[in-house]
Structures are given as structure tokens and as C-alpha cells.
């Protein structure tokens, strides 16, 4: 069924997702988490910090152990390679998306499902949080590239029995960790749920591939712990700032059950397009009979795995879910695949050539939006410009005086940091000086000369005193 492969497919799909982020692939702005990130790679890059111990701000996490540090290094390769642009955090951002619908088709081939992976890499691209973190640099989008990997090694150990591929499932679980942290580790269940669920295997087969996966895991991070300074001290002060700290004190959600909320946001057009094709199902007196239920299950419990251990602690935010939606789409496709390969039978694709070319077109399109896009704002527009105004004034890597409700102004300090490496401090007298009307009490002092402001926000002075 030539059609149900068809390169085509699969270019509009591609086509259709650059239209949906074309305004925001190039332009400037970004989510907060990801400015952040991404001025600690772009540091990284310009050697301001090392790989065990990055830097974001001289007077704000000059020691950043808020993440284990391997998206950073990762990303500092791309600044490397591509210079110092606004562009390259996004590309960046966008290239994991790429890997990782890869990592979804490969996946999908390994379990066999006899109809053509554009279903689930569809049905992935359609949830919000997969197209919003395409452009927002954020560590779950590389998290997710391993802890796919690791499903995909398992399935590789599953058909030809070699344990090169537990060692490398194992190692991924680990790159996953650098990069995120423990939430990186829930498939180390699926050994357990697969054997026991799909395979329908002896429980002496079960406890066997969860023990192999777990000391795959915990050997290679053992070995990096215990033998490299630098990685535990890293490791120990992440341990302590987010982990047990997050536990404690921080608080973000009023509910656990926050990020189930967010879950059922993102599976809510899926749960409608399955409710529609079951009634259509049962319509049209198709077979009852569900195939693949079990590998079904496999995949639901799987995600959601990836899910209820966030509930965990009340620092959520709904995007943490980005790694598990993976698994969903997987799920849900086996579930509707069956129908949909009835439906396409019925359909005459004879018109390839057209259909090729429609897809063609619309990348085209999503080419000319993203190029027309470039340079504008995709947020912060206001702020933004302002702040590349304080910077024509201000050095790379000055440190500028302000109030603390500025300091506390996180995006403000992070643009700083990402553009020109400017760092803001409230307690001491700095060259340059900058208020504006959120400040309580004025940073400046009298005898400061009053060197730019604009109509909306800043207002930035240069001090008579020494600038220490």
C-alpha cells in the first residue's frame, strides 16, 4: 500500500508543523526557562563557566546548579559552530523535535504495527505542548531524545538478544539524568511492563530485564559519580538546590493533581478523534475483537509512568509532561490503527503526484512565514527592545545597579544576560544604574546623571561615584 508510506505524507506533516511555528522559529523572545538556559550555554561557549560548573550571571547563579549540565554542553556546540545569534537557542530547540519524531518512526517499526508511523508522529505534533516547546529551548525537549533512545535499545535487546543493547538503554537513562534530572528515569519500568504485559513472560524473565536495565543505569552513573570529582559536586549541589529543596519549601501548584490536569489539556483532541473513530467502529460492525490491547497498555502505562511521579512534589509546571507524551502517541495510534488502515484502503491516492506537490507547497509556505518572520518578536516585544537600547550603553559584562524589584524582574535579567552577559546587583554602587516604575525606592542617587529613558519603562543613569 504505496500510499499509506508515502514520502508525502510525511512532507506535509513536516510542512504543516513549520506553518504552526513560523512566527516563532526565528523571531526574538523566548519562555523564561528557556532565555535562561540558553544564556548558560552561550556562556559555556565563550569559556564563562565549564561543563561541571556553568555560570549564568556574576551576581545570580555565577555557580548554575539549578540542572544537571548536558543540554548546556550540548547547545554550546551549536553557538560554537553557528556563532552568538538569537536564532541558534531555537534551532536548537527545533532540531530535538526533529530527532525525536526520527526516534517516534523508529520506535514504531520495532513493534511492528503494520500500517506507516506517520500516524503517531501526527498525533504527537498535534498536542500543544510539542509545537509551543519546538521554539523554547527548554530541557525536557533533549531529555526526551534519551529516554526514547532507551525504549528504542530495549526493543532492539527484545528481537535479537544482545546485551550491548541493556548497556546502551541504560547509558541513555544516565545522558537522560544530565539532563533533567530522576524524572529522566521511568522507563526503567517498561522492561517490567513489556515482558509482563505484551510478552506474557515467566516472572523469572520479568525480574531478570528490570534488574539488567536498572544496573545498566546505576553502574555507568556510579562510575561517573564516584570517579569524577567535578560530576559529583555538580550532581550533589543539584541533589541539594532542586531536589530536596523543591521538596520542602518550593511551592508553584496548589494541587498534585495539577499536572494531571495539564495531561488531560494535551490528550483532549485525542480523546475526542478516538471517541469519533470508536462510534465509527462500531457503525460500521467492524471486529470487536481489539488487537495489540496489551501493547496498548504497554504504552499508556508507560507514559504514564513519566507522569505520576511529578505529583510528587508541588513544584510542577504543566510542561514536565513533554517527555511521556511520546509514549501517548504511540498508544494511542495502536489503538485507532487498526480502523484507520480500513479507512485508508477505501481511499484512491491515485493522484500522487498532486498530492506530492500540495505537501511540497505548503513546506514552501512554512519556508517564506519563518524567513518573513525573522527579526520580529514572538514575545516581549516591548521589553526587549528597550533592553537592546540599555545595551548600545552598556558594556559586555557590566554589572548595573537596581532595585530589587527589577532584580526580581526574572526575564528582565535574563535578556540581559543572553544578549550581552550584563549582570544586576542591588547592594553595591555599580558604573551604570537602571529604575524603573515597578522600583519602590529609587536605585540611583541625586547626583547621577540621567544618560537614557523612554516613555514606557527604563531609565538608566550613570553614576558620579566609582564604579565597583
Known amino acids: 500500500m504505496e500510499y499509506l508510506t508515502s514520502k508525502s505524507i510525511y512532507l506535509l506533516i513536516f510542512g504543516l508543523f513549520l506553518c504552526l511555528i513560523s512566527p516563532l522559529l526565528l523571531s526574538d523572545g523566548m519562555f523564561l526557562d528557556g532565555i535562561i538556559y540558553a544564556s548558560v550555554s552561550k556562556n559555556l561557549s565563550q569559556g564563562i563557566g565549564t561543563f561541571w560548573n556553568p555560570h549564568f550571571t556574576d551576581t545570580t547563579y555565577a555557580e548554575f546548579h539549578e540542572h ?12 560554537r559552530l553557528f556563532g552568538d545569534h538569537v536564532y541558534v537557542e531555537k534551532i536548537f530547540s527545533f532540531s530535538t523535535i526533529l530527532i525525536q519524531a526520527l526516534l517516534i518512526h523508529l520506535i514504531w517499526k520495532k513493534i511492528k504495527i503494520n500500517i506507516a508511523s506517520w500516524i503517531p508522529i501526527l498525533i504527537w505534533c498535534s498536542f500543544p505542548f510539542i509545537s509551543w516547546t519546538a521554539t523554547n529551548n527548554l530541557l525536557e525537549n533533549t531529555m526526551m531524545i534519551f529516554t526514547s533512545s532507551s525504549i528504542l535499545f530495549y526493543l532492539h535487546y527484545i528481537e535479537n538478544k544482545k546485551h550491548i543493547y541493556l548497556i546502551l538503554a541504560g547509558i541513555m537513562l ?27 513472560s515467566s516472572i523469572s524473565i520479568v525480574i531478570k530485564d528490570s534488574i539488567y536495565i536498572i544496573l545498566a543505569t546505576v553502574v555507568p552513573f556510579l ?73 496498548i497498555l504497554v504504552f499508556i502505562l508507560l507514559g504514564l509512568c513519566g507522569v505520576l511521579p511529578i505529583m510528587i512534589s508541588l513544584k510542577q509546571s504543566g510542561f514536565y509532561i513533554i517527555p511521556s507524551l511520546t509514549f501517548f502517541s504511540i498508544g494511542i495510534s495502536i489503538l485507532i490503527s487498526d480502523l ?50 540599555l545595551l548600545k550603553i552598556i558594556p559586555e559584562r557590566g554589572i548595573i545597579r537596581t532595585c530589587p524589584e527589577l532584580k526580581n524582574d526574572y526575564s528582565f535579567e535574563a535578556y540581559l544576560s543572553r544578549y550581552k552577559n550584563v549582570s544586576l546587583d542591588c547592594d553595591n554602587q555599580r558604573e551604570f544604574v537602571v529604575n524603573n516604575r515597578s522600583c519602590k525606592i529609587a536605585a540611583y542617587a541625586p547626583s547621577d546623571s540621567l544618560i537614557y529613558t523612554s516613555n514606557t519603562e527604563y531609565i538608566l543613569y550613570k553614576s558620579n561615584h566609582s564604579g565597583k
Open 68 to 79: 544537571p549540565p548536558l543540554v548546556f554542553g550540548l547547545l554550546s556546540i551549536f553557538y
Open 174 to 200: 544516565v545522558l537522560g539524568f544530565l539532563c533533567k534530572g530522576p524524572f529522566s528515569l521511568f522507563p526503567l519500568v517498561f522492561p517490567f511492563l513489556y515482558q509482563s504485559i505484551y510478552e506474557k
Open 223 to 295: 562510575l561517573l559519580y564516584f570517579l569524577w570529582e567535578p560530576a559529583r559536586i555538580n550532581i550533589d549541589a543539584y541533589v541539594d538546590r532542586q531536589i530536596i529543596r523543591s521538596l520542602r519549601e518550593i511551592v508553584t501548584v496548589d494541587s498534585r493533581f495539577q499536572i494531571l490536569y495539564a495531561l488531560f489539556s494535551e490528550l483532549i483532541i485525542s480523546i475526542i478523534i478516538i471517541t469519533i473513530i470508536l462510534v465509527f467502529r462500531y457503525k460500521l460492525k467492524i471486529s470487536k475483537t481489539l488487537k495489540n490491547y496489551k501493547l
Open 340 to 389: 484507520l488502515k480500513i479507512g485508508f484502503e477505501r481511499i484512491n491516492f491515485y493522484q500522487n503526484k498532486i498530492f506530492l506537490s500540495i505537501s511540497l507547497g505548503i513546506i514552501l509556505i512554512g519556508v517564506i512565514f519563518i524567513i518573513r518572520n525573522n527579526g520580529e518578536y514572538s514575545r516581549d516585544a516591548k521589553k526587549i527592545s528597550e533592553i537592546k537600547n
